[in-house]
């Protein structure tokens, strides 16, 4: 990207940022942070950027998920662990079903920072801000825990350097090692209550496996991974101090993860986060609701994707089950009759929202399919790529979303409710979705390969005789 108009954000609007009340600690903390090491090194970015041009053209498939939002006090070994677990597990099965590699982009290491739909929330008659992400302020309904605290911004810079340089060692060092993955899945099969639904796709599984080890192939390349690390771009002074110009090529990054998004509540035209993520190399993601037309898509692509990239603009859809197939298909067309070559992911988690009567915020995971569903039949329809899935998920087995195998009902809410933010999808309804999904790939290809003639068989009345060959005498 050029960045002849550097910094021109500062000067527009910016959506949902908080009131920081001591300016001059939120100056020596922006400060700080701008001296600090970056998070992420710029040749990432442009790796990432390079499987996400592959995402656009169709050649790979995109598997974005994580928190809502995360929590510094949730930053442990096992929960980066699991979540790391969970996304492998869905992208073994999906890289089976979809046949191309999937890239892999977890919601972590910096997913700290929360939009929210009102600026205050009111209690028994008491009225504090909103909670903002543990960027911003604490869970804790009381005026302490809810009043924005800049320090915050530093302990997130080590919390996502923690939990990036866990990412790193593990999927270095052979817990992405797919022979054992698979082994998960195997056991996630075993105890599933669809178990019978997913085992045949489980065995097909198996026997690639076995497959490539009899032909004595290198599985050494099957032992690690990458796993790129994404977030809501939504606090522009953390994300500032942190950019970086990267030596080598001139070119500005910024360097709190590989890959940042906009989200709904921010993407105006003349707002300063689109104007920030103009000014940087990295992948950008942008979200799209159903109020989104095709002349905002048009736009945002002139303003974030000048020279056409592969895989520099993503646009995530989050339409809701209802409105996908309606709302989405124009979009698609439009960004066509632009040549941009573009990712299209689904994230079908934030139009599908709703309040369960104990008053959890939840989802339904037949709502979170059907919105799936949609999107793949109007990509179909269009013949362009479904790029990929957005999904806020977790490596434990929380009680937030409806539905899946294990049929979490409403009744089942409390038991385990520990998102800070929005509903995740646990350890079993992600696998859940990710044979799903492996499904429709599975009855996409039966819909696509036409059917083999029938094989000859040997009917004595069909064998010629004589009489079919030699010129009628009459
Ligand atoms: O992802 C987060 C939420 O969808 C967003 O913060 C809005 O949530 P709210 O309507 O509860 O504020
Ligand atoms: C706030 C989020 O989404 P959106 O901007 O699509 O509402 C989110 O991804 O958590
Ligand atoms: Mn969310």
Redesign the pocket.
Known sequence: MEHSNRESWRALPAAQQPDWPDRAALRSTVSALSAAPPLVFARECDTLLDRLGEVARGEAFLLQGGD??ETLDSVSAESVRNKLEVLLQMAAVLTYAAAVPVVKVGRLAGQYA?PRSQPTETRDGVTLPSYRGDAVNGLDFTTRSRTPDPARLQRVYHASAATLNLLRALTAGGHADLDQVHEWNRDFVALSPACRRYERLADEIDRALGFIRACGMNTSTLRTTEVFASHEALLLDYESALVRTDPDTGRRYALSGHMLWIGERTRQLDGAHVAFASEVSNPIGVKLGPDADPDDVRALIDLLDPHRTPGRLTFISRMGRGRVRDRLHGLVEAVRGTGADVVWACDP??GNTFTAPSGHKTRRFDDILDEITGFFEVHRALGTHPGGVHV?LTGEDVTECVGGGSEVCSDHLHLRYETA??PRLNRGQSMDLAFRVAEWYSAEKRRLTPPRPEPATHHPEAVPTRADYVPSLA
Do not use: P, V, Y
Request: net charge negative; proline share 0%.
């Open positions: 809502c939002a929360k988690m934030h806020e933010c929005d």
